[in-house]
């Protein structure tokens, strides 16, 4: 009796495929949802390892544990080297708005807002979902690391300055001749000569080293936090409407 009134999950054998799931969880909104489910895999095959590591008696499960661990975190690692974090980044998402760095962007502290990716897929997804989403952070962060950098390197700062003078001597001095309709090959030359005087006052202040630190550093440190952020529903709840939502309504 029991067996003929059971309930038959699926009776019409509906089935959605993983890539329009996934496709349809990205466009609503979802992220989240797709971030948990993403290290499905991964933990479904922690039994079958942790069974296989039980049932030889030569290697201790101990050790074959942390050799999982270990060779996880190799494939991850190497995945996210090899990643093109820019690959879904487009002019939307630098003209969208700033984030909130305390609420989007830090988050909470602790398990809740970071982690590590188990998995290759999940990380390849938070990175190239965090870089899109936090597009302006990474690129205000990016300046002030090239800040700090020229802070750290005066000579490089005072190149910097110099060839924005020259530049700017130029300007004024075609802009107050009139040497563009004037005498152009006057103005031609004076521009190659800026050029000139911008290439060695850049050699020679060492400002190319700031650029490459600047760059490497702040690099790293974009995808040390895309990899490391979980990835949060598109827009975060409004306090002020949840109390809205709250107060009863007056007949």
Known sequence: MAASSSFKPNPLSLSVPDPALDRWLRDSGYLDLLDSTTGGPSSASAPSTSASAAASPVAGPASSGVAADVLAFARTLASLLALNPFARLSTADLAAPTPSWSLAFVGAPGAASYSWPPTPTQARLRVQENVRRYARN????????????????????????????????????????????????VAQALLHCAQIATAILLYVCNLQFALVYAIGLSYALMMLHASLRKLTPSSLPDPSNKNRRAQPRRS
Not at 155 to 178: F, I, K, N, P, T
């Open 138 to 185: 990474y690129a205000a962060l990016t300046i002030l690391v090239f800040a700090c950098c020229l802070y750290r390197m005066p000579m490089a700062l005072l190149g910097m300055l110099a060839s924005l003078a020259v530049w700017e001597g130029v300007r004024y001095c075609r802009d107050h001749w009139g040497l563009t309709t004037r005498a152009p090959g």
